[in-house]
């Protein structure tokens, strides 16, 4: 447990020196943050934001039901970062839609797993099965 805290830490960290540097630091700033999230499982940002007010820089999540929505709030001006995604997504994203968005620094992985209320091991998956993943290039 004492490993998984200290990774977390070094994670959180990571983010808000990140972060720190691409808001420019700016303690007399009264700007909110907002960066741009999907999913519920936020445990990581509470932390990282709580690191981010105690050096003067307030942040809050903006939370997205898909995977669409991010990069073009991103695009848009209505989120100034975000975390979710993986490279090749990003890429795909930006040659999709004529975008630049960049990767300013690597968070957490989050490691995504595989759901069925019929299989219970993946030694039970048999060929011709039909298995669901996200409808995009970077992952098909």
């Known amino acids: ?3 998984i805290k200290q990774w977390v830490l070094s994670i959180g960290l990571v983010v808000v020196g990140a972060l ?3 808001c420019g630091a700016d303690a007399d700033s009264n700007e909110t943050v907002r960066i741009g999230v999907v999913g519920e499982d936020n445990e990581v940002w509470d932390f990282v934001i709580e690191k981010l007010e105690e ?3 307030s942040a809050e999540l903006v939370k997205f039901t898909d995977y669409t ?3 073009k709030a991103l695009a848009e001006g209505e989120i100034e970062l975000n975390s979710f995604q993986h490279k090749l997504f990003l890429e795909s994203f ?3 839609n004529g975008t ?3 990767a300013i620094a690597d968070t957490y992985i989050a490691p995504l797993g595989i759901y069925s209320d019929k299989i219970t091991s993946v030694d039970e998956i048999e060929e011709n099965d039909t298995i669901a993943i996200p409808n995009d290039v970077t992952n098909g």
């Open 55 to 57: 050096e003067g820089v």
């Open 20 to 22: 720190l540097v691409a």
């Open 94 to 96: 930006n040659e999709d």
């Open 69 to 71: 929505q991010p990069n």
């Open 100 to 102: 630049d968005l960049v």
């Open 1 to 3: 447990m004492k490993k």
